[in-house]
């Protein structure tokens, strides 16, 4: 079975610029869930989609959008870039997005604001 | 407030050698799910074990164990037979009913050879 993919794997970017990155889950998995890492951060929770539908939210301004397709693929957005969205941004599916269901990721999209 | 807490930032261990890596959680959840995943310095997440607040044995998979203790809210990842590709950033995470996967802050371990 393919692990989670994430496309594309690098990408550079100025400020005011939009970005926008691909995911795409493990076959049969309905979650996909979006976080981003930071050296100062850390691991933060941007959002999760089940079936479509934005499940959970982390606290994160409206800058950043996601949204899931029907085949669960999940695309997320971020406009207006600042300096301070450079991070490594991280997709993870699971079957069902349940406590007891494992989460994998996949290897991250590195962004780096210029 | 933060539910997961992993107490050393960094740690070393020889190889060969068990080392045992932090982590407590709170949570008045009765369903609840426990992770550890390693990060190495490529970036990607890799997963390496769960476990879940009603099973009652210790999971294991491999070289790596998790030391579940309920009642004190620990979930200490135990790596047996260190080998210097263990070394890594390594994640304790938790997730309660359907709300999101939630982080440590992570234990950075260097495997001496």
């Known amino acids: 079975k393919a692990g989670v993919t994430q496309t594309p794997r690098y990408l550079i970017k100025t400020r005011g610029q939009q970005v926008t990155l691909s995911c795409s889950p493990i076959s049969g998995h309905r979650s996909v869930s979006w976080y981003q890492q930071t050296p100062g951060q850390g691991l933060q929770f941007l959002f999760e989609?089940?079936?479509?539908?934005?499940?959970n939210k982390g606290n994160f301004p409206g800058r950043f959008s996601g949204r899931q397709f029907s085949n669960s693929r999940s695309e997320m957005n971020v406009s207006t870039l600042e300096l301070g969205d450079s991070a490594l941004y991280l997709c993870?599916?699971?079957?069902?997005?349940?406590?007891?269901?494992?989460?994998?990721f996949g290897p991250g999209t590195r962004l780096t604001v210029l | 407030a933060q539910k997961i807490t992993q107490t050393q930032p960094g740690m070393f261990v020889q190889e060969k050698e068990a080392v045992t890596l932090d982590c407590t959680y709170d949570?008045?959840?009765?369903?609840?799910?426990l992770f550890w995943y390693k990060q190495p310095s490529s970036g990607e997440m890799i997963f390496l074990i769960y476990q879940g607040s009603y099973d009652e044995q210790n999971a294991t998979e491999g070289r790596y164990s998790l030391n579940f203790q309920k009642a004190r809210k620990s979930a200490n990842l135990v790596i047996s037979a260190s080998q210097l590709g263990d070394s890594a950033m390594y994640f304790c995470?938790?997730?309660?009913?359907?709300?999101?996967?939630?982080f440590g802050s992570g234990t950075r371990l260097l495997v001496r050879p």
């Open positions: 989609y089940f079936s479509e539908t934005q499940r």
């Open positions: 949570t008045s959840d009765q369903s609840y799910g």
């Open positions: 995470a938790m997730r309660e009913g359907l709300r999101k996967l939630i």
């Open positions: 993870a599916s699971s079957l069902a997005g349940s406590f007891n269901n494992e989460q994998f």
